[in-house]
């Protein structure tokens, strides 16, 4: 079970952490909840329905691991039109509040898990996840991936198969050893989610 997700009865699945690699994942975490910001709390007395109608940004995130986690709705290239970048622009201004929040939810989530793994006080021990907080997991690992891979330029084309090839001087090296890691630990996730 040593560094990949097995499958348990009644669903969910379990994974072996050691001290070091919870301190790691749950750091990897905060700094993405950083990156993606908080989140707008109905202020006290507010009707929170009214939070689901407040309107968000509509242009892209500058920053672009950002950028990667809340995508434009559609493909943008030189010849884009003007009609199509409104419609991006509004489609954003409805959903990306949502989708923060939700990123967010499954941060938080991991970092939940990780503490209640942390605070029994073995230095290391099994994770058991529910289904419910696999989905959570799953969600964060996936930012993380998305948002590691963009700062280390991954792109499409070469699936960061240079990255195996680093020499250990290299200073993106610990940065490229997670990257793998989170993988690693998705695809096992996915696979015990699998029917």
């Given at each position: ?94 959903t990306e509040n949502d989708l923060r929040s939700r990123k967010r939810e499954d941060g938080l989530a991991v970092v939940r898990t990780l503490d209640a793994l942390s605070a029994s006080g073995e230095g290391g021990a099994v994770l058991k996840l529910t289904p419910d907080d696999c989905r959570h997991w799953l ?57």
């Open positions: 079970m040593a560094g990949q997700f097995e499958a348990i009865p009644g669903g969910g699945a379990a994974v072996a952490l050691d001290e070091v690699e919870i301190s790691i994942l749950r750091s990897l975490v905060v700094q993405l909840l950083e990156l993606i910001g908080p989140g707008d709390e109905p202020a006290k007395g507010e009707d929170p329905l009214a939070a689901l109608f407040t309107e968000g940004p509509s242009k892209p995130p500058s920053d672009p691991a950002l950028a990667r986690l809340f995508p434009d709705a559609y493909g943008f290239g030189d010849d884009t039109d003007d009609e199509l970048r409104e419609y991006a622009s509004e489609f954003r201004r409805f969600g964060a690992l996936n930012d993380l991936r998305l948002t590691i891979g963009n700062r280390l330029d991954v792109s499409d084309e070469d699936e960061g198969e240079s990255l195996y090839r680093l020499p250990d001087s290299d200073p993106r090296k610990p940065m490229v050893m997670a990257y793998l890691w989170l993988g690693a630990l998705q695809e096992t996730l996915i696979e015990t989610m699998m029917p």
